[in-house]
């Protein structure tokens, strides 16, 4: 990446009082508004499902009254297209009048009465994708403080019609910014998604300091394809990112499609799945006035929302591609958990699927282990018990496996003690001493 050395240096500075709101030290949940209702703003003719204030109303309703908010589903995040095709009179933002006649702080208000919170979507850029007022470097300052005192409690920073330097020097300021509001606001960075998501070209060393998370790749769309060609990037570099993730610095494969039209009942669970092994952001993009049961089941599953939410905060891994298109992936928990998935890339039947843990490089021992999607758990396991998954095409067996008994490996050193050396992680994190952790506590 050819950059200034002065651009380095601003970002840098501008880096150091930087990132400061101890905010999402699990992975933010909520709902979001761009997958679903992209840049509708024909409130006249489509009235119920155009970007206005009483969609938001809707949805915030929806979090409060039907169970969302207490599985941890508490953000309500505004997307593009919210606001006039002008600044007012003082240069600052301002809500579309005739789709927002309250204002965005009289919304804030009916979200935080309700234990939710608002979030709103600002881009450093010239223009917002859509085509609506951008956050120039010289607006960074005046953006931060309009937030603040709407009461928005998070930021998407989008990167439409900007450049690298700006880049480099905006992400940073907008993070010293928010912070210098004196208000807690979490603070999501489009910035990787714009410079490949990869190093050199992406700093993620300077990302995690200024950042809460971050998107790294496309957007997803309304498609099982979709899904898989995110989970195949996320999983395909996970030794680059796979150790940037953490407490208060997520990576973000973008928001969950449950509850549309692309995905199938077994489609939706695996989306969940694998956003649970990978630490995602939970950020619900539907309709939740017109949520199947199904779709709701999924989505406010207590075990895969458990794992998600793991307090120790490392992302998972995947650690086998079968050529029977089968797939494992891995996630260390808390208390000497771990949680399991097996995707089936299939697209004929169900498959039998035959291994052990001790294939899976468990260590010896005693397990349990809990079906997040069918509420069964399976006793008697030793880490060389042959066991049977039926995993159906596009679909996902997900467990959650916790050991029986105490024991003690004499070679282990305090991390992840029930798994080999192989899969150990560049972590800091250290589980806690291995104890029973029944399944009815998740």
Sequence with gaps: MKLLPVIFLLALTAATSALDNGLMRTPPMGWMSWERFRCNVNCENDPKNCISENLFRDMADRLAEDGWKEMGYDHVMIDDCWSSMLRDKDGR????????????????????????????YGDLGTHTCGGYPGTTLDKIETDAQTFASWGVDFLKLDGCYSNEEDQQKGYPLMSKALNATGRPIGYSCSWPAYRGGLPPSVNYTLLGEICNLWRNYDDIQDSWNSVQDITDWFFDNQEILQPEAGPGRWNDPDMLIIGNFGLSVDQSRSQMALWAIMAAPLIMSNNLRTLSSEARAILQNRAAIAINQDPMGVQGRRLLQERSLIEVYWRPLSQSASALVFLSRRQDMPYQYHTSLAKLNYTAGSYEAYDVFTGKTLSGLSATTEFTVSINPSGVVMWYVYPKMHYEDPQDDGRYPYIRQKYRMSSSLHFHKPRVVPPSLL
């Design 93 to 120: 933002l301002q809500p579309d009048p005739q789709r927002f006649p309250g204002g965005i702080a009289k919304l804030a208000r009916y979200l935080h009465d309700r234990g939710l919170k608002l979030g709103i």
